[in-house]
């Protein structure tokens, strides 16, 4: 059986009473605040809705033009027909959706294209944009990215800033790929005929290697700038 309430527990009102009349009282005599506030919410809370289906929308129409590339890709091969589809689709991205993710790994296969295409000027500029637009990196793309971009330098025999994008990759996330950065330092010290330092990173990439062709070719670059 309960116990019976004391006149004291009678005459004063619980907290939850309490605190709703001071409330009550508050907004009555706070009307326009109260509406200027509450407003305000309404309207962050629209906002942040409307950004989210946006940016939801933005991103699904950036991916499926990205996965229609990848497609290409796979259904007719790497070819001139089909890399002439894909420049079209990259640069569309780009253009329509330059923020996405599928915005931006459009201007690393669009220098994969240019570079594979021999047009090495376009190859330096999408792989340089790209790299503009990527910041932290665990994946390896920036490493790929930037040997690339040393790559066409190469190709450009502009060896200095070859060199400089390689030395720039070996400063990416580069786990898997430290042999073939290695490799490419070397090689890039051998085209500036600086035999010393080759002979250094050519020594260094034999270390990370396991490949047993691998291991003969290093083994004999080594043995001819001794």
């Given amino acids: 059986m309960s116990s019976k309430l004391s006149k004291k527990d009678l005459k004063g009102p619980d907290a939850f009473q309490s605190t709703f009349e001071r409330l009550t009282d508050y907004v009555s005599a706070n009307k326009t605040r109260v509406a200027v506030v509450a407003t305000a919410l309404c309207l962050a809370v629209v906002v942040v809705l409307g950004v989210y289906f946006y940016w939801n929308y933005y991103s699904s129409s950036a991916l499926k033009l990205y996965a229609k590339a990848q497609q ?9 027909e089909t890399n002439e589809e894909n420049i079209i689709i990259f640069n569309d991205l780009i253009k329509k959706y330059p923020y996405s993710w599928s915005g931006r790994m459009a201007l690393y296969h669009l220098g ?16 340089k944009k790209f790299l503009s637009k990527t910041r932290k990196d665990n994946t390896g793309i920036k490493f790929l990215a930037l040997t690339s971009l040393g790559y066409a330098y190469e ?3 502009d060896y200095e800033k070859a060199l400089q994008a390689f030395e720039e990759a ?3 996330y580069n786990v898997g790929f430290e042999m073939m950065g290695l490799r490419n330092i070397a090689r890039t010290y051998e085209a ?3 035999k010393e330092k080759a002979l250094e990173y050519y020594k260094k990439a034999l270390d990370k290697t396991t490949e047993p062709s691998s291991i003969i070719f290093i083994k004999k670059k080594i043995s001819a700038l001794s």
Avoid: P, R
Wanted: proline share 0%.
């Fill in 72 to 80: 290409n890709m796979i259904q007719k091969g790497d070819n001139k």
């Fill in 112 to 127: 994969n294209i240019h570079y594979n295409n021999a047009d090495f000027d376009d190859a330096v500029e999408a792989y």
């Fill in 155 to 157: 190709a450009k025999k």
């Fill in 170 to 172: 070996m400063d990416t």
């Fill in 192 to 194: 500036l005929n600086n």
